[in-house]
């Protein structure tokens, strides 16, 4: 069921992105645009794959312990005796030292390496959702910003109308003092809203710029908004498979399961052995001769920690406070995805109504202004009864213009609540990270340099990307 309605939702989707794509000139930025400008700019994305990366290490670092470690040792003493006799020694051997078996330890070290490493994909999905809905977010600010700077010229423009006729009227005595006076008023309160439209476009640039990486430039109406789920309880249970967030905690949650499993195999004994080489140089305190021997030797240990002084039942104790944690987390994750598309999907609601309320007022506030005014001309109206008129159109047209940026923006966060605000799904059409690439480069804990060389170029590959 999931998959037939996740692909009922993509294809829509996908036509919708592309169709604000392609059918605007090519000079006019598309929200497409600058989601992947958003993707390709973004050093928190950048940030979140080298944490991956990191993670990554963790499981050839777990690999590791399961191999043999070989080292060097060199060393070389001094005695004297009596001030006179004289002793040296001096040795260098090469040894290997390997854990035989371990009683599931390293497997276990293993898998929950893997698990962390799922749990670091996941949390990188969810920072790519964030760094889309930045860009959303910011496009769709830039263009309301710039609706409402217009909005408010026109209104300068408008008023300065009415402020010279004003004038006019005042000086062949068909108005007072008092009206011309509330149409300076109106006039500069117009030119300090326009100024503060003004900063607020200079501040929406700005942060347009930071999401992308570029100041805007003309930017094109956004795209039809994407198809919504039938139900809101279908959309609920498309964030519970999809979301991101509930993907990491899952896999912490079975990290910290395997955490629990750790901790009892610490219990376990170790079995290892060691095989070395060497070769010493000695001269006889006693008999001041000097004597090389070569030395081969092979051992093998077992060993079980039979009392830590409470250390490893307290680690136990730990491990399990670890997974209730890591579970209650996943339950609480789970809510706050469902209050997500729930307060997503009621804002998108609330901007359909508050658009259709507004244009009834629009059309109202129109016929009221033309008739104030047309009543204005016949004496019947004051100055300010037509000023209040034409602030009412004002505040309602800046209205519709927020309620309109609201009902776009609340479409891609609902996408966002159910994890489909990737740029996988939304097919914008550019190269994506690959977590997996670097991960299959050291899976296997790389040491030589030809695989050094082939990791170099796993990283430029992802790099470009």
């Given at each position: 069921?999931?998959?037939?309605?996740?692909?009922?939702?993509?294809?829509?989707?996908?036509?919708?992105?592309?169709?604000?794509a392609t059918a605007l000139p090519a000079s006019a930025e598309t929200l497409a645009d600058a989601m992947v400008a958003a993707y390709r700019h973004s050093a928190l994305l950048e940030q979140n794959r080298a944490v991956l990366r990191a993670?990554?290490?963790?499981?050839?670092?777990?690999?590791?312990?399961?191999?043999?470690?070989?080292?060097?040792?060199?060393?070389?003493?001094?005695?004297?005796?009596?001030?006179?006799?004289i002793g040296r020694s001096t040795s260098i051997a090469l040894q290997a030292q390997i854990t035989l078996y371990d009683w599931g330890r390293n497997a276990i070290a293993i898998d929950a390496a893997k698990e962390t490493v799922l749990a670091t994909r996941a949390a990188l999905v969810g920072v790519e959702q964030d760094v889309l809905l930045g860009a959303?977010?910011?496009?769709?600010?830039?263009?309301?910003?710039?609706?409402?700077?217009?909005?408010?010229?026109?209104?300068?423009?408008v008023i300065g109308q009415e402020q010279q006729a004003a004038s006019d009227r005042f000086e062949v005595g068909e108005i007072t003092q008092t009206d011309v006076a509330q149409a300076d008023a109106a006039l500069a309160a117009a030119r300090a809203s326009l100024a503060s439209a003004r900063g607020e476009l200079e501040i929406a640039r700005e942060i347009y710029r930071t999401a992308t990486g570029r100041a805007p430039g003309k930017l094109s109406p956004p795209p039809p908004t994407p198809a919504l789920p039938a139900t809101l309880e279908a959309a609920?249970?498309?964030?519970?498979?999809?979301?991101?967030?509930?993907?990491q905690a899952q896999r912490l949650a079975a990290a910290a399961e395997l955490g629990v499993a750790a901790a009892e195999a610490e219990r376990n004994p170790t079995l290892s052995g060691t095989v070395g080489i060497g070769r010493s140089h000695d001269m006889s305190v006693q008999t001041q001769r000097e004597t090389t021997t070569n030395d081969i030797g092979a051992s093998v240990s077992m060993s079980q920690t039979i009392y830590s002084g409470g250390r490893l039942p307290a680690a136990h104790r730990k491990a399990m406070a670890r997974r209730d944690e890591a579970r209650a987390s996943l339950l609480q994750v789970s809510r706050q995805v469902n209050e997500a598309v729930g307060q997503a999907w009621a804002g998108i609601d609330v901007a359909k109504a508050q658009i259709r309320a507004i244009d009834e007022q629009i059309v109202a506030a129109r016929q009221a202004y033309e008739g104030v005014r047309e009543e204005a001309t016949l004496g019947a109206r004051t100055t300010l009864d037509v000023l209040d008129a034409e602030q009412s159109l004002l505040e309602a047209r800046a209205n519709k213009i927020s309620a309109e940026a609201n009902l776009q923006l609340a479409h891609y966060q609902l996408l966002a609540a159910m994890g489909l605000l990737t740029v996988e799904n939304l097919k914008l059409g550019i190269p994506t990270y690959d977590p997996s690439a670097y991960y299959n480069a050291v899976q296997d804990a790389p040491y030589t340099s030809r695989q050094g060389k082939s990791l170099d170029r796993v990283l430029r590959a992802i790099g470009r990307d």
């Amino acid at each position: 069921m999931f998959r037939r309605t996740f692909e009922t939702l993509r294809r829509p989707l996908i036509a919708a992105i592309v169709a604000g794509a392609t059918a605007l000139p090519a000079s006019a930025e598309t929200l497409a645009d600058a989601m992947v400008a958003a993707y390709r700019h973004s050093a928190l994305l950048e940030q979140n794959r080298a944490v991956l990366r990191a993670a990554d290490e963790d499981v050839a670092t777990a690999l590791a312990q399961l191999r043999p470690v070989v080292q060097w040792i060199a060393e070389h003493s001094f005695q004297k005796v009596d001030n006179s006799r004289i002793g040296r020694s001096t040795s260098i051997a090469l040894q290997a030292q390997i854990t035989l078996y371990d009683w599931g330890r390293n497997a276990i070290a293993i898998d929950a390496a893997k698990e962390t490493v799922l749990a670091t994909r996941a949390a990188l999905v969810g920072v790519e959702q964030d760094v889309l809905l930045g860009a959303v977010q910011a496009y769709l600010n830039v263009r309301s910003t710039t609706e409402q700077v217009d909005l408010q010229e026109n209104s300068v423009r408008v008023i300065g109308q009415e402020q010279q006729a004003a004038s006019d009227r005042f000086e062949v005595g068909e108005i007072t003092q008092t009206d011309v006076a509330q149409a300076d008023a109106a006039l500069a309160a117009a030119r300090a809203s326009l100024a503060s439209a003004r900063g607020e476009l200079e501040i929406a640039r700005e942060i347009y710029r930071t999401a992308t990486g570029r100041a805007p430039g003309k930017l094109s109406p956004p795209p039809p908004t994407p198809a919504l789920p039938a139900t809101l309880e279908a959309a609920r249970q498309i964030g519970q498979r999809s979301h991101p967030a509930i993907q990491q905690a899952q896999r912490l949650a079975a990290a910290a399961e395997l955490g629990v499993a750790a901790a009892e195999a610490e219990r376990n004994p170790t079995l290892s052995g060691t095989v070395g080489i060497g070769r010493s140089h000695d001269m006889s305190v006693q008999t001041q001769r000097e004597t090389t021997t070569n030395d081969i030797g092979a051992s093998v240990s077992m060993s079980q920690t039979i009392y830590s002084g409470g250390r490893l039942p307290a680690a136990h104790r730990k491990a399990m406070a670890r997974r209730d944690e890591a579970r209650a987390s996943l339950l609480q994750v789970s809510r706050q995805v469902n209050e997500a598309v729930g307060q997503a999907w009621a804002g998108i609601d609330v901007a359909k109504a508050q658009i259709r309320a507004i244009d009834e007022q629009i059309v109202a506030a129109r016929q009221a202004y033309e008739g104030v005014r047309e009543e204005a001309t016949l004496g019947a109206r004051t100055t300010l009864d037509v000023l209040d008129a034409e602030q009412s159109l004002l505040e309602a047209r800046a209205n519709k213009i927020s309620a309109e940026a609201n009902l776009q923006l609340a479409h891609y966060q609902l996408l966002a609540a159910m994890g489909l605000l990737t740029v996988e799904n939304l097919k914008l059409g550019i190269p994506t990270y690959d977590p997996s690439a670097y991960y299959n480069a050291v899976q296997d804990a790389p040491y030589t340099s030809r695989q050094g060389k082939s990791l170099d170029r796993v990283l430029r590959a992802i790099g470009r990307d």
